[in-house]
């Protein structure tokens, strides 16, 4: 059997790797994706307090170390039973959706527009982020520069640092937002909006007015029909901060609807020998292995998730994009996994509106963000959506409030089997009688690309291009084949 | 085009956030692409491992390194940039003393293993499935990295140059740092980058050689943030601590955490701190005393939140590594160093 060996893919912190086996017609037989990484936060977390969760669960990802500080900070609230004042929530939610758009920006045009700006099959010297600038024009480029910075500049603000806040505390946020801070958010907010706009805009000129992309879009290499996962509101809008999480199945049909630690009655996760990482699947339908369909229970989150899990969005102009989505695709849920990349600018847009409608807030500037916890510290869990989709922190402490048992589920953990499933997926659609073209290769990046997967957690910050060399060795272990992207 | 510099930059048991703060130098990111061309980013350029592999030694000027050393992939990685460059620079917290994920190693293997793929409430696996390097599947046999027992800083893997400190680092540093190099202007091998002094020294809160009755945990009270944070009663690692981050935390009326590492002068950041604590301890009664420090819940995670692979703890640490691993029958240390 020959087998296609693709390292590194990309990284979670660490390297992804892909083996993809060919029977003896030069088919795909079986395909792996491989993570090689841990690092033990669940463990090392054990005895400590509780209240520096927060400041130390950041580090699982530094491109998306304000989910982690959010999720911890809410789980705190419940491990020491205390509500934190209305502007704490606020100037949290406020936050996090600076956050978003940093994440979101940094992934749309970083690693996603070179594939449709340049081409999936443009020269691979040019497909990257310095290639797209050079193609829309540097003023173009310094906007997006602009407004990823401005991002980080208002998590800064609240949160003391734009990577790796240290605000959080169970009950509140350390510190208030001054009256010149919020009128600066506010000019940033307004300028959000425009820039998501633009955004769309680019993402409509650029790619659906292109049949080629359109057609890649809503062909069946890039499909997969899996159940949804999100929170939501009251009113089942996408709310990336609180709410319930909400799962749809394949039909769009609600599934379930959960709240904090019953996430424990929906959610297992698988462990296979051959990846660091787990394989998280719904609960009742148990592990059926890698298959999709409405008898498997593995479902998927994020941008395009969230958006098939809920009803409609919560601002005025996101709610828009969002039905001229579902109009234009003509289905909901949306199985098709490239249509992350449109959900993703419907989310800048939604998070831009925030930003302004929070800093209008007349209770923003509230000095009072703390409540001091008075109970005996237990147990709390922290949900939130990360920018890559539903994140779980679940702790235990003691009654001195030092942690005995942490429980986290990533975002990408979520993922997993779906991301793996999409690459084997690609590589059965696009690997034919032992035909390995160079090509190939940016058609199963794409495939895992457009989850803006954690194990790129910073390959989604600025880049189009992972290295990727496959080789191919006959079944005596000789190379037959060696393909290389330059 | 034969004068640019050549740079490489890499991650190993990192988060990421090192990668963003090279870009949070925002537009100044286009100078370094003008000084310089970058040989391997996987977050940002298509080079892969083999292109540097076939380089000649010595041929990359600086290569930036993140993360500390947790799998032998890492640890390959690590070798091979020191071979191919003139330079190497340990980036942030991480490569710099181990940095939280170094943390685990008050753990070893066997029980991060066990608490990540069978305790965890969510895990559902039955047949106690680990992950292994090598695993034979229907059509073949697939490999993962070794996973070391413990996180080591990268200076203890390969020889470093220059070390550049924060969790993570401030975009002014990374720049200076640029610069300096760019300009051919490198202070002595070994040197730290960032500030030549404490947080203290830099923190603008009053201090008023106050005493404290006790210690307080940071929920239990609202700090002044006027006033000096360990004075209140707050665990704060400034003393020990190298400047040169703005003091960004005690900013937002929060305490220093210790990320950049010991200043200049101090041996163990850990140690140092704990002999500041035990200055400001208002008491000569042992019982109190005593009563005071167990205030302090979590002295190895207040003591060594970045740096428990740089502590003084190493050599109890290190005594467990010489149990020879069963995959390769070579002891830890063996395979690390």
Known sequence: ???????????????????????????????????????????????????????????????????????????????????????AKKLRELFYNAHFIHSHIA????????????????????????????????????EVIKHRAYAQQIQAMIGGKATHAVSGLPGGMSKALSEDERRDIEAKGESFIKFAQFSLQIFEDVVLKNKAYLDLILGDVYYMKTYYMGLVDEQNRVNIYDGKVRVVDPEGKEYAKFYGLDYLNYISEHVEPWSYLKFPFLKEKGWKGFV???????????????????????????????????????????????ANHW????????????????????????????????????????????????????????????????NIIVATTNNNAAITMSVQRAAQKLIKKGDVTEGLLNMVEMAFRAYDPCFGCATHSLSGQMPITAKIFDHKGSL???LSRD | MADKLKFAFYWNASCGGCEVAVLDINEKILDVAAIADILLWPVAVDFKKHHIEVLPD??????????????????????????????????????????????????????????????????????????????????????????????????????????LPGCPPTPAM???????????????????????????????????????????????????????????????????????????????????????????????????LLSTLSTVVDSNDLREIEKMIDQIVDPAGYLYRFGTASSLLKHKLASEEKSAHPATGRSQLEVAK
């Not at chain 2, 969510?122 to 046999?141: A, C, I, L, R, W």
């Open chain 1, 480 to 482: 037959w084949q060696k």
């Open chain 2, 174 to 272: 990374v720049a200076a740092a640029v610069t300096a190099i760019a300009d051919g202007n490198l202070p002595p091998a070994g040197t730290v980058f960032g500030g030549p002094s404490t947080v203290c020294d830099s923190c603008k809160r009053v201090k008023q050689e106050k005493k404290v009755k006790g210690f307080h945990r940071i929920h239990e009270i609202i700090p002044d943030p006027e006033r000096c944070m360990l004075e209140q009663g707050i665990v704060c690692a400034g003393s020990a601590t190298r400047d040169g981050c703005g003091t960004r935390c005690l900013n937002a009326n929060m305490p220093c955490r210790g990320c950049f590492g010991p200043a200049d002068g101090v041996a163990d950041q850990g140690a140092k």
């Open chain 1, 1 to 87: 059997m020959k087998r296609i060996t693709i390292d590194p893919i990309t990284r979670l912190e660490g390297h992804g790797k892909i083996e993809i086996f060919l029977d003896d017609q030069g088919d795909v037989a079986n395909a792996y994706l491989q993570i090689p990484e841990l690092r033990g936060f669940e463990k090392f977390c054990e005895g400590r307090p509780a209240e520096e969760m927060p400041r130390i669960t950041p580090r699982i990802c530094g491109v998306c170390p304000g989910a982690h500080h959010i999720a911890a900070t809410k789980a705190i609230d419940g491990v020491f039973n205390v509500d934190p004042p209305p502007v």
């Open chain 1, 292 to 338: 999709d369909g409405k008898e498997s229970g593995i479902y998927r989150v994020g941008p395009l998730a969230r958006l098939n899990a809920a009803e409609g969005m919560s601002t005025p102009l996101a709610q828009a994009a969002y039905e001229k989505m579902y109009l234009t695709i003509g289905m909901k849920p949306v199985h098709h996994t490239l």
């Open chain 1, 107 to 142: 992934h749309f045009y970083a690693l996603a527009a070179p594939d449709f700006v340049l081409g999936p099959d443009a020269d691979p010297a040019e497909r990257n982020i310095l290639g797209v600038v050079a193609k829309v024009g540097v003023e173009i480029g310094s």
């Open chain 2, 58 to 163: 010595k041929h990359i000027d600086v290569s930036f390194m993140n993360g500390g050393i947790r799998t032998s992939e890492q640890k390959e990685m690590a070798e091979l940039l020191r071979r191919k460059s003139k330079t190497i620079v340990a980036f942030g917290a991480c490569a710099y003393l181990g940095g939280i994920p170094s943390l685990a190693n008050f753990h070893n293997r066997e029980a991060i293993f066990q608490r990540a793929y069978i305790e965890t409430p969510s895990t559902d696996n039955p047949g106690g499935v680990f992950p292994q390097v090598k695993t034979h599947v229907p059509e073949g046999e697939v490999e993962l990295p070794l996973f070391f027992n413990h996180v080591y800083r990268l200076d203890q893997v390969i020889p470093v140059d220059y070390f």
């Open chain 1, 343 to 406: 959900a993703r600018l419907i989310e800048l847009l939604n998070a831009s509106e925030r930003v302004l409608e929070l800093s209008l807030d007349p209770e923003i500037t509230d000095p009072n963000t703390r409540n001091l916890p008075q109970g005996i510290p237990k147990e709390g869990v922290g949900i939130v959506e990360a920018p890559r989709g539903t994140l779980f922190h679940h702790y235990q402490t003691g009654p001195d409030g030092l942690l005995t048992k942490v």
